[in-house]
């Protein structure tokens, strides 16, 4: 999931399309407890303020973005062979076809999401649970995080790459997440780690007034963009800003 520097946004229409029928089923996490210890090595604290460092110098500005960053360590959510390259701002595979996004990709979008917002945010939902990493980070930007996964092997691998950290505000859903998750809204943002040609309609309408959705978009075949929408009370308004690159938005629960 490979993006290049940002660039300033610039407004644009983007097409509404229609959800996909499958419920999720919500399976919480672990209750509240100590958080896991840090050690030497790549759970030294310096480690993961060096990618801070690169993050900053790459434009991005958020304190609590980057502070959140700098907290969760992303080498607990790569697969064992991969950890060396942890911090780099690379994505990686993590199985079924998927990836986990590059640090930058995650801070970028995290920073749109609470760009000129009071923190922590309201309710806030993933699309894309992947291995879990975002939505730990996204765990410290808001007082409650639903983060849906449709590809039930990556759903279990989140829920332990995540058990040991104990977040008790960080629920995982198994679930299709084209159709978001409308128990709990509405939403004061939501984040998808996935593209399609459309943003289903199920987001937007779960979205609360105030609030703001960050997700790539196929406005042109074959060519994604990130895309920020604001729900405003007289309606939509859409930017889309840089070029993207991730995997495939689908329905249907695997």
């Not at 999720?24 to 840090?38: D, E, T």
Request: with cysteine.
């Amino acid at each position: 999931m490979n993006a290049p520097k940002p660039r300033p946004g610039f407004p644009a229409r983007l097409p509404l399309g229609p959800a996909a029928p499958t419920p999720a089923r919500v399976r919480p996490l672990a209750p509240p407890g100590p958080p896991a210890s840090s050690g030497v090595g790549l759970d030294s604290h310096a480690v993961r303020q060096a990618m801070v460092r690169k993050l900053s110098a790459q434009g991005i500005g958020h304190p609590q973005v980057l502070a959140a960053m700098g907290t969760v360590e992303r080498h607990r959510f790569v697969d064992s062979a991969l950890v060396n390259q942890a911090y780099e701002d690379t994505s990686l595979p993590i199985g079924l076809g998927q990836t986990i996004s590059k640090p930058n990709v995650v801070a970028r979008m995290l920073e749109l999401l609470c760009h000129g917002r009071s923190l922590p945010l309201g309710r806030v939902l993933e699309v894309g649970t992947g291995c879990g990493y975002q939505a730990a980070v996204m765990s410290l930007l808001a007082k409650e995080v639903y983060s849906i996964e449709r590809l039930r092997g990556l759903h279990d691998k989140a829920r332990e790459n995540l058990r040991p950290l104990r977040l008790p505000n960080l629920h995982l859903l198994l679930g299709d997440g084209m159709l978001g998750f409308a128990a709990g809204a509405p939403y004061a943002g939501i984040v998808a780690a996935a593209g399609g040609e459309a943003i289903p309609g199920a987001w937007t309408d779960q979205l609360a007034v105030g609030g703001r959705l960050v997700a790539p978009a196929a406005l042109q075949p074959g060519r994604q963009h990130l895309v920020v929408i604001d729900k405003t009370l007289n309606g939509l308004q859409q930017t889309v800003l840089e070029p993207v690159h991730f995997v495939p938005l689908k329905s249907g629960v695997v």
